[in-house]
């Protein structure tokens, strides 16, 4: 739904916009529900082939791997071809098990260097401060000595009588000596406490970053503990997994029938009936639940709106508003009319649930393939955009 600014559009005055939206609401719950029932049928449906695929399979896989060596020349070349892409698949995943393997132990290391790294930092920082501390703590004692030497030469000049008159310029310079040394004790105290505090913070700092990295070091041992076993695991019964694994997926996947005689053959035939139904469904499930998804999502969006609408309708007929029109763009129409088109294309509901391939093709033509994302911010821009053209009207 490209932007377009000569496209056709369909203008409504407030009342009737609240309408359509209130209409377009219960076409898309209309719709929704259709598609619920639908696809609760789905559900079922696919419950019970599995279950019967499940009896199918557990019977063909013993059954197949001891005759295996007396399968018809076909049935041979196609489980030869399954094992051969599993082998393959597995190799590919010991290799990445072994890079894994490669970057985590390199990550450990990492942390381990860094950690004492930190460590080592923290040891050279204590003997520096240290000593700026025993520094500090000489030169807070030699000012208080040097304050009460000051002290006591004032009290010597202030004891005679009239000792202002005689001693007054001696008085005032032991003063002002007494504030310059208790100014410079009040900084060697504050900086003795940003050293103390400096060293606290080092400490701090050290034990949260011994702490993040103990807690990536010992992330990373666990996962390279389990990619370790993954890989003994694989390297060691390679050849014996990717023929289980094979034949499962040959089980899973086989769609033709072969010339097996007495009951396995009947019971692959079956099976392959059955993988047929079964995959069929699982396409059901997955249209029926994307669509379920994104109607949902736009539903409540349409709710929402027609909401916003119906509080500015209420305030139109409250204040007593002039009337205002709407001009509501033609891609906005093309996408409400998905609602109730999708619910007829799907109204009968025994035939979509007896034909989900049908079913996944007209929710890909409506819904899946037509609403994407840009299509849908689209959709709801140029509704709001119309609304506020409208009540631009009213200044």
């Known amino acids: 739904m490209a932007k377009n600014s000569k496209q056709r559009v369909y203008t409504m005055n ?13 076409e898309m719950r209309s719709c929704i529900a259709a598609i619920e029932g639908i696809h609760a049928q789905f559900q079922a449906t696919f419950q019970r082939e599995l279950e019967t695929w499940q009896e199918l399979f557990r019977f ?13 020349a076909g049935l041979q070349a196609y489980l030869d071809r399954i094992e051969a892409e599993e082998l393959a698949r597995l190799k ?27 460590t080592q930092a ?4 204590n003997p520096k401060l240290n000593r700026r501390e025993e520094q500090l703590q000489r030169t807070i004692v030699k000012l208080q000595d040097e304050y009460a030497q000051a002290y006591e030469q004032l009290e010597e000049l202030q004891r005679p009588v009239l000792s202002w008159l005689a001693n007054g310029g001696a008085i005032r310079r032991v003063k002002r000596l007494q504030k310059t040394i208790k100014q410079q004790q009040a ?10 505090q400096e060293w606290l913070t080092k400490v701090q700092e050290t034990s949260e ?13 666990i996962n390279s503990a389990e990619a370790q076993a993954r890989y003994d695991h694989l390297a060691n019964n390679l050849d014996d997994l990717a023929r289980q694994e094979g034949l499962q997926r040959a089980l899973q996947e086989i769609t033709e029938t072969y010339p097996v005689e007495g009951e396995l053959g009947e019971k692959l035939a079956d099976l392959a009936r059955h993988n047929a139904i079964r995959d069929s469904y699982e396409k059901g499930l997955g249209a029926s639940s994307e669509t379920l998804g994104l109607l949902r999502g736009i539903g409540t969006g349409l709710d929402k709106f027609g909401d916003s609408v119906s509080r500015v309708l209420a305030q139109q007929r409250r204040y007593n508003l002039k009337q205002i029109q709407i001009p509501l763009p033609h891609d906005v129409g093309v996408v409400n009319q998905t609602w109730k088109q999708l619910e007829e294309r799907v109204q009968d509901k025994q035939h979509m649930a007896n034909n989900p391939l049908g079913f996944a093709e007209i929710a890909q033509q409506y819904v899946i393939g037509r609403l994407t994302p840009p299509v849908i911010e689209r959709f709801f821009e140029q509704m709001g955009e119309a609304l506020n053209r409208g009540t631009a009207a009213w200044g």
């Open 14 to 26: 407030l009342p009737q916009f609240d309408r359509y939206l209130r209409d377009k609401s219960g």
């Open 60 to 72: 063909c896989y013993p059954e197949l791997t001891l005759r295996r060596k007396e399968m018809p």
């Open 92 to 118: 590919t995943e010991i290799a990445e098990l072994e890079r894994q393997l490669v970057e985590l132990r390199a990550r450990m290391d990492e942390d381990m260097a860094q950690a004492q790294a930190a």
């Open 122 to 125: 923290l040891q050279a920082t």
């Open 187 to 196: 900084e060697a105290i504050q900086k003795l406490r940003a050293v103390r």
């Open 209 to 221: 970053t011994q702490g993040q990295l103990r807690g990536t070091w010992q992330e990373a041992g």
